[in-house]
């Protein structure tokens, strides 16, 4: 039996905060805000797994009014969802996702992005597809307020 989840999310840029993506810090003078680390393709992936086996939203497993959750490290929030995952008799085939964003240019650490998504989810690095993309100029992301991420994950039972 097999499950599709779509994940899609954002966050606006903030200067004085760190930028990470698939739980690397990515050199950029601004930073995404956000109650926990505001890994936005990290979000994206978990609110993908959770919606496969209908477990609700991120927003549902760690809300933004838990203090517990202020500052959190996403990629130990997504090891707790895939922790969900596997306990419902599933696993992950693939990913793909993707990040808009005008700025920074994410190519140069795409290697290391997907390496620790893979790694934190347990997949070889063909089993995690991340792209980047920009708005060209148009929306939010191609005014420089943010960026966003969309996620598709493709979960077989085992």
Do not use: C
């Amino acid at each position: 039996m097999f499950r599709i989840g779509l994940g899609i999310d954002s966050h606006r840029y903030e200067s004085g905060r760190k930028l990470i993506l698939g739980g690397v810090e990515i050199p950029y003078s601004m930073g995404l805000v956000g109650h926990s680390d505001a890994d936005v393709l990290t979000h994206a992936i978990m609110d993908a797994l959770l919606g496969a086996l209908s477990l609700g939203s991120i927003g549902d497993h760690f809300p933004d009014t838990d203090p517990a959750y202020k500052d959190a490290d996403s990629m130990k929030l997504l090891a707790h969802v895939y922790q969900l995952i596997q306990d419902k008799g599933y696993e992950i085939n693939n990913i793909d996702s993707v990040v808009i964003a005008e700025e920074p240019k994410l190519k140069p650490h795409m290697g290391a992005i997907i390496a620790s998504l893979a790694s934190a989810l347990s997949l070889g690095i063909d089993a995690v597809g991340v792209k980047a993309t920009t708005a060209e100029k148009m929306g939010p992301e191609g005014r420089l307020e943010g960026m966003s991420a969309h996620a598709v994950v493709l979960l077989k039972a085992r």
